[in-house]
């Protein structure tokens, strides 16, 4: 029999009836054995996440202001989940044992993680599973760093005593028993541990689009869906803002060959998207996406090739003042640095004074507010023309392009653009290529 590990979103168990969702889904499929809660999400638009809302609850204690009235409305939503289902189950008793952690100022780490957990416990009951704290069989290093050697080995021998069990995401523990996250939108990546753990067949992501669509749905309306995506077309588009899947995902499960299918709890006989390790190479492009909020400083210097050590003195700049890049494209003699916004936050005026002073640039601008593109298929590199296409279509719309960069992946081509230009570069690209 095939053996599925199946993680649901935040979506996917927002409310007392995509519970009842969820249960139809995990039991019409035997193999459907090993399952990863997120805590309730939103269900509606202007909606609170729980873990939003225990962040809340931590800002609250640390600022010294009463968090009970946010705690209640945690409360009111586990305790409405239980009752609707009818479970008996004193989930309460809990929630008294978080609160008062809670008030004696236990950490982020720890508060944040409590939505996975509980809606862990209420899972487990529901679908009549066993329930394994993450914190036993998810480490983290003392160092932070997550330890995925132990993991696997806990994760293997753990549930191998169990047949079918829920292991809330998001979480694990320190050497020291401390309880410590992943980052947002992790609990993706415990699926994907467990899924490597237990040598699954097949990681289901369940969540509430049917599957990887070519763009962001909340910019272009009903974008196709994508059918089959490589791990790596994968990781460009996650990393570069479609936030379907968590962009650390697919590490442990490609390691461990498995393919991830992403499903649609709304509409579970859609065949969603197949993340595989190969697919045939096509002309068309897999899909676009893109970040807001970055700066980009731009250098050009005569003959930089021929200033041995130029890059370097340049790089270690970054480096002592503990601020990391995302992309370095460069020509002949000119060199783009991007850099997320939040990073350079009250560091920016002093890291363009050292650049002047330690690498004498001719040339050096900063360009802030800048949005940055990916256009990402596995025929990018190959078919003549792509390039062409897409800055035609962008000059078309009238977008100014500040930044191209290919990248050596030769699978994906990004273009820096205003950030207020974003949403009509998006339909520009998607009209041109996919419409
Ligand atoms: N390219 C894309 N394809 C599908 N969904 C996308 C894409 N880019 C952004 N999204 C957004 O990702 C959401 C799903 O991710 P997420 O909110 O993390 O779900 P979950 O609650 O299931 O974890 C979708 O509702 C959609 O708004
Ligand atoms: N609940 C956590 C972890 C998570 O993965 O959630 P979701 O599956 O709803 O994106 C968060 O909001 O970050």
């Not at 995506?229 to 994968?234: M, Q």
């Not at 992309?327 to 997320?340: A, F, G, M, R, Y």
Request: glycine fraction near 6%.
């Amino acid at each position: 029999m095939k053996l599925k590990v199946a993680k649901f979103g935040g979506s996917s168990l927002a409310n007392a009836d995509q519970f009842r969702k969820v249960r139809s889904i995990v039991l019409a499929d035997e193999s459907r054995r090993y399952v990863i809660p997120s805590a309730p999400g939103k269900r509606y638009a202007e909606d609170s996440k729980i873990t939003d809302l225990l962040y809340l609850c931590h800002a609250h204690v640390q600022h010294a202001v009463p968090f009970e009235e946010v705690f209640q409305i945690i409360t009111d939503r586990y305790l409405g989940i239980v009752a609707e289902l009818g479970l008996d189950l004193d989930i309460g008793a809990e929630l008294k044992i978080i609160k008062e952690k809670i008030k004696n100022h236990a950490s982020l780490d720890y508060i944040a993680s409590r939505g996975e957990y509980l809606n862990g416990i209420i899972l487990a009951n529901y679908l009549n599973y066993a329930f394994v704290d993450a914190a036993e069989v998810v480490f983290f290093k003392q160092n932070g760093s997550f330890d995925a050697e132990r993991t696997n080995v806990v994760i293997a021998q753990r549930l191998s005593k169990y047949p079918k069990a829920v292991i809330p995401g998001f979480y694990g523990s320190t050497p020291n028993g401390e309880i410590k996250i992943f980052s947002r939108g992790g609990s993706d990546i415990t699926g994907a541990i467990v899924a490597r753990g237990v040598q699954a067949d097949i990681y289901e992501n369940w969540t509430d689009v049917s599957g990887f669509l070519m763009a962001d749905p909340r910019i272009i309306d009903n974008p196709k869906p994508i059918e089959t995506i490589t791990y790596r077309e994968l990781r460009e588009l996650s990393y570069m803002g479609a936030s379907v899947l968590h962009e650390e995902t697919i590490f442990p499960v490609r390691k461990a060959g498995i393919p991830i299918n992403i499903k649609n709890t709304n509409d579970p006989v859609h065949p969603g998207t197949l993340i595989v390790n190969e697919a045939k190479r096509t002309a068309a492009i897999t899909g676009i996406a893109g970040r807001k909020d970055f700066t980009v400083i731009h250098l050009e210097k005569n003959l930089m090739k021929s200033d041995i050590g130029f890059v370097r003195k340049l790089l270690t700049i970054f480096e002592m003042n503990g601020v990391y890049f995302e992309h370095i494209p460069s020509s002949i003699d000119t060199l783009s640095i991007v850099i997320t916004d939040y990073q350079i936050e009250n560091k920016l005026d002093k890291i363009i004074r050292e650049i002047q002073q330690q690498c004498n640039p001719d040339a050096l601008e900063v360009y802030p507010n800048m949005a940055l593109i990916a256009t990402v298929g596995q025929g990018m590199s190959y078919t003549p023309g792509m390039a062409a296409k897409l800055f035609t279509a962008l000059a078309n719309a009238n977008i100014n392009i500040r930044m191209i960069d290919q990248g050596s992946s030769e699978i994906n081509i990004i273009v820096g653009i205003e950030t207020q230009d974003f949403e009509k570069a998006v339909h520009a690209i998607y009209n041109a290529f996919v419409e």
